[in-house]
T-cell receptor
């Protein structure tokens, strides 16, 4: 079985500060990993994905994530937070042509 | 940019009533999915659909649920007799052959179902 753990249900950063959202996964086979963002009253938008190519993945809006097999992690980072980054972020894992398994989400607040 | 659309955006129904949630996937996509998100909880997989049949379903997707692709553009989720605990946001997602090979799914904006 596969699972995802997101550490921290709420993260607050100042505008311009580093954003770090943590995700650890469990999978019996090499996984595909995803980060989705959900803005208020909207659907899930794909930020970036890891599909066994480069371990450092760049996504939209300046976000990136690094796949670390030894740590079973796929943390999401952005060097400088913007007010528009305030949203809920979901890490997800899949196992080759199977459904996505989502983490419980991390709500990012950006303080002015 | 093509996107998945869902109607209605909000559906209110009485317990025991049937509801049909509608989705229009991205036009060249062949793989379709339904997920739900109960308020304050994680997004959960319900069912995936390919080539006019269910390819995978979760334990949530019991006999009260069904899916259908009635024509070339719509993909529907039917709940036969709604329960209070069916209240949730329901998301439709789709993939094409290439994106499905890496399990990349594109999500619609969701339908909020409220069962009274």
């Amino acid at each position: 079985a596969q699972s995802v753990t997101q550490l921290g249900s709420h993260v607050s950063v100042s505008e311009g500060a580093l954003v770090l959202l943590r995700c650890n996964y469990s999978s019996s086979v090499p996984p595909y990993l995803f980060w989705y963002v959900q803005y208020p009253n909207q659907g899930l938008q794909l930020l970036l994905k890891y599909t066994s190519a480069a371990t450092l993945v760049k996504g939209i809006n300046g976000f990136e994530a690094e796949f670390k097999k030894s740590e079973t992690s796929f943390h999401l980072t952005k060097p400088s937070a913007h007010m528009s980054d305030a949203a809920e972020y979901f890490c997800a894992v899949s196992r080759r042509r199977r459904a996505l398994t989502f983490g419980s989400g991390t709500r990012l607040q950006v303080q002015p | 940019e093509p996107e998945v659309t869902q109607t209605p955006s909000h559906q209110v129904t009485q317990m025991g009533q049937e509801v049909i949630l509608r989705c229009v996937p991205i036009s060249n996509h062949l793989y379709f999915y339904w997920y739900r998100q109960i308020l304050g909880q994680k997004v959960e997989f319900l069912v995936s659909f390919y080539n006019n049949e269910i390819s995978e379903k979760s334990e949530i997707f019991d006999d009260q649920f069904s899916v259908e692709r009635p024509d070339g553009s719509n993909f529907t989720l039917k709940i036969r007799s709604t329960k209070l605990e069916d209240s949730a946001m329901y998301f439709c997602a789709s993939s094409d052959e290439q994106t499905a090979s890496t399990d990349t799914q594109y999500f619609g904006p969701g339908t909020r179902l409220t069962v009274l």
